[in-house]
């Protein structure tokens, strides 16, 4: 069996970064017993929800709807009571400050209001997602030296390297706090903690011998000692 003359192994690269940005998923719904008067509520609905954004300075390139839905709806016994018309809209926020006061404007427009995703984000995220991806080619690198290493080897030339994992921006948790509304009676405490950007890469490399020298040179010959030719 052949020996095998390559080494493979997985490197991880993180960067964690304060987030700067923050997107959320604001659903407005409302019941009616026949579909056009639901449809006719929320769309009045998610009017009166754009001029919220607007008074708020979030222009309409920071919003996008994500979901429009009309289900029927039941009661405990089964009988068909009306319609459920539903519109999410995902907005982004790129100042911190802008929570708040844009979940305090959005809470006089009743119950029919629901926040279902809250994400943090940074306006330097490419920039971080390098910086984790050249950690992970490093973590890669070193692992294969120390494998080699181990058995007498070192690496040589790189014949394979991929990316497992695209760049991800995940919420780490550490326990800071940020004030999101500071006027009025109601204030909100939110906890942004840190984005983490994470990488992983598969590199393969030759193996050589640690003195066999550089691939495809031949080692030079020291002087015969005296009395030889």
């Known amino acids: 069996m052949k020996a095998r003359t390559w080494v493979e192994t997985v490197g991880v690269g993180r960067r964690s970064a304060e987030p700067d940005g923050l997107e959320l998923l604001l ?6 017993a026949k579909v056009a008067d639901a449809l006719s509520r929320l ?6 929800l754009a001029t919220v954004f607007e008074s708020q300075g979030i222009p309409a390139s920071d919003r996008r709807t994500r979901a429009l839905n009309v289900d029927p709806w039941h009661g405990r016994s089964g009988e068909l ?3 459920l018309a539903r519109r999410a809209t995902l907005v982004r926020l790129r100042e911190l400050d802008q929570v708040g006061r844009l979940l305090i404007a959005a809470g006089d427009l009743g119950d029919g209001l629901q926040i279902s995703q809250l994400h943090w984000t940074s306006s330097r995220a490419p920039e971080y ?3 984790a991806r050249q950690l992970a080619v490093r973590d890669a690198l070193a692992r294969a030296s120390q494998m080699a290493g181990a058995a007498g080897l070192v690496p040589g030339q790189v014949v394979r390297l991929e990316e497992l994992q695209d760049s991800g921006g995940f919420t780490v948790h550490r326990g800071q706090r940020f004030l999101a509304a500071s006027a009025g009676p109601a204030q909100l405490e939110l906890e942004p903690g840190e984005l983490e950007y ?8 030759r193996l050589r011998q640690a003195d066999s020298g550089a691939p495809g040179r031949r080692r030079r010959r020291g002087p015969a000692p005296p ?3």
């Open 227 to 229: 009395g030889r030719r």
């Open 27 to 32: 659903e407005m719904s409302c019941r009616e």
């Open 43 to 48: 769309a009045a609905a998610t009017g009166r």
């Open 129 to 131: 997602r390098v910086e």
């Open 81 to 83: 009571l009306g319609h």
């Open 198 to 205: 994470t990488v992983q890469v598969r590199l393969r490399c």
